[in-house]
């Protein structure tokens, strides 16, 4: 599975961006769709997940809120709408799928893309 992020960019505080993962080569509808964020000097954390099962979403407590998680299974991509942005929210964000009907468990992610900067300014 090919995941491919797109819509990173530079906004200020407050504002909001969306992010979007299209895959190809296997269908996001079969597995569970998370995004991940690393800062720099920073370890990489699980910002939220969508379960292939039942499109029950779970976030990290600090974007609780404020992001929301959906997929689109015709389209075969997954979205992250990201809103009220806060500096801290800065970082390389990258898709991840896990395998096919597998759980949105950190550590079920296997698939993973390139990553797009989210760079939030004051």
């Known amino acids: 599975v090919q995941l491919a992020e797109s819509g990173g960019g530079l906004v200020q505080a407050g504002g909001s961006l969306r992010l979007s993962c299209a895959a190809s080569g296997g269908t996001v509808s079969s597995r569970s769709m998370g995004w991940f964020r690393q800062a720099p000097g920073k370890e990489r954390e699980f910002v939220g997940g969508?379960?292939?099962?039942?499109?029950?979403?779970t976030y990290r407590d600090s974007v609780k809120g404020r992001f929301i998680l959906s997929r689109d299974n015709a389209k075969n991509t997954v979205n992250l709408e990201m809103n009220s942005l806060k500096i801290e929210d800065t970082a390389v964000y990258y898709c991840a799928a896990t395998g096919r009907f597998d759980e949105n468990w950190e550590s079920r992610y296997v698939y993973w893309g390139q990553g797009t900067q989210v760079t939030v300014s004051s």
């Open positions: 969508i379960s292939w099962s039942d499109c029950a979403t």
